[in-house]
C-alpha cells in the first residue's frame, strides 16, 4: 500500500540565514503540521450512478466579515507534502482534492498566519456560523455558509484528517490555518468547513 501524502500547513515564520555566497536567503515558512491526507478510495463506474458535478478553478477566494479578498494558487503534493503559497496575501486550493462547487468532498484552501499581522487568513478564527465566504472563478461565483470553526491541535487534525479532507460525501469548502504562536511556533490549526449556499 503507497503512503498517504502529507498536508503540511504552514505558519510565516520568517528566519534569515547567510547563503553559500554570503547573502542572507529568503524568508522560510515552517511548517507547523503534517498530517496524512488520505488517499482517494479505488472506484469504478456502475450502472445508474449520478455523475459528478464539475467544479470550478478558483481564482479569488472572498471572507466579506474579515475583509479577506485573496487570490487562489493551485497547489499539489511535492515530496508528500502540500504547502500554502509562499506569500502571506495568497492562499492555495489543494488540486489533488474536490473543486469548488464539486458535488462531492472537500475543496481545500489553506493560507497562512503571519503573527505580526499580514497573512490572508490571519483572523480565520473569528469566523461565525452563518458568515459567507465567496469563491470566484471567472465570471462565475460559489457561495458558502460557515458551519464550523474548530481550532485543532497536530494531534487532533492528524485524528480527523479522513474526514478533514475527504474526497467523498456532500460537497464543502475546507479553509486551514495556523493558529497559537508561541514564540516560536504555531501549535494549532484552524480548520474552518462552509456548506454550499446559493447566491
Not at 470553526?149 to 479532507?165: D, G, I, K, N, Q
Amino acid at each position: 500500500m503507497a503512503a498517504a501524502p502529507l498536508l503540511v500547513v504552514g505558519g510565516l515564520f520568517v528566519s534569515t540565514t547567510v547563503g553559500d555566497g554570503g547573502q542572507p536567503t529568503v524568508p522560510d515558512v515552517a511548517p507547523v503540521a503534517s498530517v496524512p491526507v488520505p488517499a482517494p478510495a479505488p472506484t469504478s463506474p456502475t450502472r445508474g450512478t449520478m455523475p459528478r458535478v464539475a467544479g470550478v478553478r478558483p481564482d479569488t477566494v472572498v471572507v466579506p466579515s474579515l475583509d479577506v479578498r485573496a487570490d487562489v494558487t493551485p497547489i499539489a503534493t511535492q515530496d508528500g507534502a502540500l504547502n500554502p503559497p509562499s506569500d502571506p496575501l495568497d492562499v492555495g486550493w489543494w488540486s489533488g482534492g474536490s473543486r469548488p462547487g464539486d458535488a462531492t468532498g472537500a475543496a481545500v484552501i489553506t493560507g497562512h498566519t503571519v503573527h505580526t499581522g499580514g497573512g490572508a487568513f490571519d483572523d480565520l478564527e473569528e469566523l461565525a456560523t452563518g458568515d459567507r465566504v465567496l469563491v470566484l472563478s471567472g465570471g462565475t461565483t460559489v457561495a458558502y455558509a460557515v458551519a464550523t470553526v474548530e481550532v485543532l491541535s497536530r494531534a487532533e487534525l492528524a485524528r480527523e484528517s479522513a474526514t478533514v479532507f475527504a474526497r467523498s460525501g456532500p460537497g464543502r469548502l475546507v479553509l486551514i490555518t495556523c493558529e497559537d504562536w508561541d514564540g516560536t511556533a504555531y501549535r494549532s490549526n484552524v480548520v474552518v468547513t462552509a456548506w454550499p449556499v446559493g447566491t
